[in-house]
């Protein structure tokens, strides 16, 4: 297999069985979690605008429940495939585990390009999906949350659809809703703060004073401009940012507010008057901290030989092919992994399901609070591991803390062969 036919559910599966080479685990229970529990494909008719009907491909890959509800994204792109969300199913129950919330992983998707879809089109194909996902998903079963292409109204309308079907409103069907109608406040920069702590907590362990530090970050959305910006509230320079486009680079550092982010006006990073690079330059700067923020796979075997920064903070979900991550690894530099880094969406996810749940309001400085002391916990909880291994890297550390909880819940709950 070449590194360009490297699915994501290949990659995953490798770096589970890189990582399980330094922990007992049961073989059985191994096995068990290198496959996902369940898979549902479907098939959709979708009317368009104009009055056509297309039939469109949807996915819904339920990986490992034994710490909890499936839980995970759901994505619109033309790339979406049953392989790329068992891969990414596979990480969501990683990243839980890691993260020590109560949830299992899961992820899913409806192949078909987003910006191609008017609004009207997204609320009907979104309540034809929530249609054919209800009998699959649930409060206490499977939690969808938005992913790339989808959005809090994306989830408002699953959740009202399902509320329709079910004769109540089902607040906790789904995260990363509005606020107005049961979201917590702060749900959605919460991935991209979370990417920014892990980053300064990495650099304080290697020495750093963020005071003095420079970062190229690639994806200027969601996730890439609240990192950018919270690391740059935290006083580092961000002297490079990018969305699909093409990058600006700044050595004294971008006003990262300034420009705008893929939510507040797509495709406006290189609108902003300075010096414009492509994304392949952006991810060699010689930088102190590199955070691919955007899509899986753009670290290959082509480029880690480049890759200049000292430490990877991985915002986007496998930015890192398994053979750069070699590569990467074997020079010394540092790959703070995507279960770790990006776990603070699931997290803040995990505040609003509570509140689903229960009612209480979460004001946002809770939210934050809280989301700090989680992402802090889930750091330190790596660095024991970390330490008490001989040569892994932090990728397999996050595995081994995740592995051993996984392990010790189906202990616990037995697998019922
Ligand atoms: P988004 O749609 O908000 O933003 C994506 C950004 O990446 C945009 O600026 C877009 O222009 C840019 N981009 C797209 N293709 C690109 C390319 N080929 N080269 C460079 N830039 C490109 O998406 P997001 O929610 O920020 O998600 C980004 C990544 O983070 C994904 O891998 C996603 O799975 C992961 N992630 C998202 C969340 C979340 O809750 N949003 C949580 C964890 C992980």
């Given at each position: 297999m070449s590194e360009q036919d490297e699915t994501a559910i290949q990659r995953a599966t490798r770096q589970l069985e890189n990582a399980a080479e330094y922990v007992e685990i049961d073989d059985d229970i191994l096995r068990r979690l290198e496959h996902p529990q369940r898979t549902h494909k479907f098939t959709m008719p979708f009317e368009r605008d104009d009055g056509t009907v297309d039939v469109v491909e949807a996915y819904r890959v339920q990986h490992d429940d034994v710490r909890?509800?499936?839980?995970?994204?759901l994505r619109y792109s033309p790339h979406v495939t049953q392989e790329e969300c068992a891969g990414l199913g596979m990480w969501m129950t990683?990243?839980?585990?890691?993260?020590d919330v109560p949830f299992g992983g899961a992820k899913g998707g409806v192949r078909i390009d987003p910006r191609e879809l008017s609004d009207a089109e997204h609320e009907r194909l979104t309540r034809r999906l929530t249609k054919s996902l209800r009998r699959y998903i649930g409060t206490n079963f499977d939690i969808p949350a938005p992913d790339m292409g989808t959005n809090a109204r994306t989830m408002s309308w699953m959740m009202d659809t399902y509320s329709v079907y079910e004769d109540e409103t089902v607040r906790g069907i789904v995260t990363g809703k509005s606020p107005d109608v049961g979201g917590v406040r702060g749900r959605e920069e919460a991935p991209g703060i979370g990417v920014s702590i892990i980053a300064q907590r990495a650099l304080e362990h290697y020495g750093y004073d963020v005071n003095d530090v420079t970062a190229?970050?690639?994806?200027?959305?969601?996730v890439g401009a609240n990192a950018a910006r919270h690391l740059d509230d935290a006083g580092a320079d961000i002297v490079a940012v990018s969305d699909a486009e093409g990058a600006v680079v700044d050595h004294d550092g971008l006003p990262t507010y300034e420009i705008k982010s893929y939510e507040e006006k797509p495709s406006a990073v290189t609108e902003y008057d300075a010096p414009t690079i492509t994304n392949d330059e952006l991810l060699k700067l010689d930088v102190d901290v590199l955070i691919p923020a955007a899509i899986g796979g753009?670290?290959?075997?082509?480029?880690?030989d480049e890759i200049a920064a000292d430490i990877v903070v991985e915002g986007a979900n496998g930015p890192t092919t398994s053979d750069a991550d070699e590569i990467l690894h074997e020079r010394g530099v540092t790959v703070v992994p995507d279960i770790l880094a990006n776990a603070g969406g699931v997290t803040a996810s995990y505040f609003e399901w509570l509140r689903g749940r229960n009612r209480r309001k979460w004001p946002k400085e809770k939210v934050m609070d809280e989301l700090a002391l989680e992402m802090n916990g889930s750091w330190e909880d790596v660095v024991e591991e970390h330490e008490s291994l001989d040569g892994a890297s932090w990728r397999d550390a996050c595995y081994v803390v995740a592995l051993k909880r996984l392990a010790k819940a189906y202990s616990e709950r037995g697998m019922w062969p």
């Open positions: 909890g509800p499936y839980k995970g994204g990683f990243k839980c585990a890691v993260a190229a970050v690639q994806g200027y959305g969601s753009v670290i290959t075997s082509e480029n880690a």
